[in-house]
């Protein structure tokens, strides 16, 4: 059935995982917490019987679903734990949804698996590739992924369905959605900037020490990490990798293709000037070429990680001692804290550092899941672990000075920001305009650029301002009204609401029609999600309560 794929197989799968499932999107459920009873051996799911083995196969088709999405594996993942991805749990929802599929009776093709397949892949991908170097290293097989991909069309067919009556939504409320998204205001603004009040400040040595004496914390050392590491260089691969290259006959129209579908700009040289194509044609080659060797380094990271895995103690001593057997080099950090990445680790996800601090236990000091950088994949275990402590003053006086001058500069500028509230208040009841008191208080008025609730973005507002809590306050507003003193992380503002802009008719007839797509589209995914909730509550499913993505799950 794959057939079709392997007759166009000429890049490998480093270049693929194009599209997010769609089953996951719609079908993940963190809150999933239902309770029941019966774990193991057979069990019936909506009238439906299903075997240890099948519950085998939905866990397995479940970790490759997390796979695709997330390029990572839940046993191993950070997130999975943050967001209460429970792998159990998920295999039983999958039961569920293959149980309702097979109720509705749909059937999928052949063809459609083998397109799906594609999609996932990418049109030029190497299934052969994808089986051997992702899916038989971590238990799974090429049956397992048509598995994966048949229920998974099923569910897509199963979706269109089960949320219908999301895409029933009246012409009228449409346009009364999208009259109400695009309203514009027209809104004034003062801003009060701390970097208006700092140079007014004056500090004296009797009123420092005690001002960091109450706030010690900001200055707080935080506890901080020392990791022993191999690393997997890219650059030890890329013999290897030229050599994959070499294996694609149609390395031009493949390399032709990624240039087609991304923007020329996208490629430059080290001054910022677009390259010609010629030379981004060679600028996407080497790029895949580091792909293809930093792919097989995360490949020979793992072998090492799982080799590991199996040895009885795993202990820092123990890593050390089996890295040095397998004539690999252990380096150490330098000290690191939870908000940074160490420099030693470049390009390595904050995932990882989360992961490195959440090592307590001397007995299991290693992090298995390999981390994959800009150059190199690591595999590291808890070297040190640095206590959190409170510096003397002397050490970190700068840093006082520089931080006690901001705090009373943000009092200064709540006081002003108070104050011309005030002012402002008497004289909008005298008449005066918005801009004029601004003026009068030696304060520069802002008139802001259209704001609407779908405005994502409004140039001319300082960075410090976040446009949503600009919305908030603005959308509360009367036409006439005026704010109170709005702070933020670097002073804050007051707003006046001057009017509301004419509706631009011409526009929302451009545009209703994708506008009214979108909305049947989002009522289509709350429809379905708040069906297959009501239909995991009433099947009684066998769940984990508040377990997480590290059970072991079916064998």
Do not use: C
Request: proline share 4%; hydrophobic share 40%.
């Amino acid at each position: 059935m794959f057939g079709t794929i392997r007759r166009h197989q000429t890049w490998l799968w480093v270049v693929i995982i194009a599209v997010v499932i769609v089953s996951f999107v719609v079908f993940f459920s963190p809150d999933a917490r239902l309770g029941g009873s019966g774990r193991g051996g057979a069990i019936k799911i909506d009238g439906i019987n299903f075997t240890p083995q099948d519950l085998s196969q939905a866990y397995r088709e479940t970790r490759l679903l997390y796979f695709l999405n997330f390029q990572r594996w839940p046993e191993n993942d950070e997130r999975a734990r943050q967001m209460g991805f429970d792998l159990d749990n998920e295999s039983y929802m999958r039961l569920l949804r293959i149980a309702k599929a097979r109720k509705a009776k749909i059937a999928v093709s052949d063809l459609q698996v083998a397109q799906m397949a594609k999609r996932v892949l990418g049109q030029n991908a190497s299934l052969d590739a994808f089986v051997k170097e992702i899916l038989e290293p971590n238990n799974l097989s090429e049956a397992d992924f048509e598995s994966f991909l048949r229920h998974d069309l099923a569910f897509q067919q199963l979706g269109l369905v089960a949320g219908l009556t999301g895409t029933l939504v009246p012409p009228r409320e449409i346009e009364a959605n999208y009259r109400e998204e695009h309203e514009e205001l027209e809104l004034q603004a003062v801003f009060f900037s701390v970097s208006n009040y700092l140079g007014g400040i004056s500090v004296k040595d009797e009123d420092l020490l005690p001002w960091y004496t109450n706030n010690m914390a900001l200055f707080r050392e935080p506890e901080k990490l020392r990791l022993s590491y191999v690393a997997f260089d890219r650059s030890n691969f890329l013999a290897e990798a030229d050599q994959r290259v070499a294996e694609v006959t149609n390395l031009n129209q493949v390399l032709e293709a990624i240039y087609a579908r991304s923007e020329a700009s996208s490629f430059t040289n080290e001054t910022g000037a677009v390259l010609p194509k010629e030379a981004a044609l060679q600028k996407i080659k080497q790029n895949e070429r580091n792909k293809i060797a930093l792919s097989l380094a995360a490949r020979r990271a793992n072998e090492f990680a799982n080799r590991f895995y199996d040895e009885k103690s795993h202990k820092l001593e123990d890593f050390e001692k089996f890295a040095a057997a397998e004539k690999l080099t252990v380096r150490v950090t330098g000290p690191f804290s939870e908000a940074e990445v160490p420099p030693e680790f470049k390009g390595v996800s904050e995932q990882f550092v989360s992961a490195a601090f959440t090592l307590t236990n001397r007995d299991e000091a290693v992090l298995f899941q390999p981390a994959v950088g800009d150059e190199a994949v690591y595999v590291a275990a808890l070297k040190e672990r640095i206590a959190s402590f409170n510096p003397p003053f002397e050490k970190v006086r700068n840093q006082v000075v520089e931080q006690y001058k901001r705090s009373e500069a943000m009092k200064l500028a709540r006081l002003s920001g108070m104050n011309f509230h005030n002012r402002l208040t008497n004289s909008l009841a005298q008449g005066k305009d918005f801009a004029t008191v601004a003026a009068e208080s030696n304060l520069k008025p802002t008139l802001l650029p259209p704001i609407s609730r779908a405005t994502r973005t409004a140039p001319g507002l300082p960075e410090t301002v976040y446009l949503q809590q600009l919305k908030n306050v603005a959308f509360n507003l009367k036409v006439g009204g005026t704010s109170y003193y709005v702070p933020t992380i670097d002073g804050g503002f007051i707003l006046h609401l001057k009017g509301k802009y004419p509706f631009d008719e011409a526009k929302m007839k451009r545009e209703l029609a994708e506008y009214g797509t979108a909305m049947r589209a989002q009522r289509q995914n709350e429809a379905l999600g708040m069906w297959f909730r009501k239909e995991a509550e009433r099947a009684n499913l066998p769940l984990n309560r508040g377990q997480g993505a590290g059970d072991r799950g079916p064998s």
